[in-house]
Nanobody
Framework: QVELVESGGGLVQVGGSLRLSCAAA????????MGWFRQAPGKEREFVAT????????YYSDSVKGRFTIARGNAENKVFQQMNSQKTEDADVYYC???????????????WGQGTQVTVSS
């Protein structure tokens, strides 16, 4: 199993960029597909992006496609999310997650980080 810790959240202006990182503790990181989700208060957790165990396959939600990029460094036990052209609707708590496959549903992931807050100012 892996333990996940996100970092890199903060305040960014509309149109700006932010890079999130997720560090995984555990020797089985390379076995997992990784995903990014986000959640606003009172709302369901929303799929953002996912990447396969070897980085060969990625998939994005329509709302972030072309603006966000997910990547992973298996040697570093990390997954990243580059977020460009930020919009006010991107402001949420972002979570990284580990699962056996690159799914788009929260129940497909069984390990979660604690989340990192992204705030977008206009």
């Amino acid at each position: 199993q892996v333990e996940l810790v996100e970092s890199g959240g903060g305040l960014v202006q509309v149109g700006g960029s932010l890079r999130l990182s997720c560090a995984a503790a555990g020797r089985t990181f390379v076995s997992y597909a990784m995903g990014w989700f986000r959640q606003a208060p009172g709302k369901e957790r929303e799929f953002v992006a996912t990447i396969s165990w070897n980085g060969g396959r990625t998939y994005y939600s329509d709302s972030v496609k072309g603006r966000f990029t997910i990547a992973r460094g298996n040697a570093e036990n990390k997954v990243f999310q580059q977020m460009n052209s930020q919009k006010t609707e991107d402001a949420d708590v972002y979570y990284c997650a580990a699962g056996l496959d690159s799914g788009t549903k929260p129940y497909e992931y069984d390990r979660w980080g604690q989340g990192t807050q992204v705030t977008v100012s206009s």
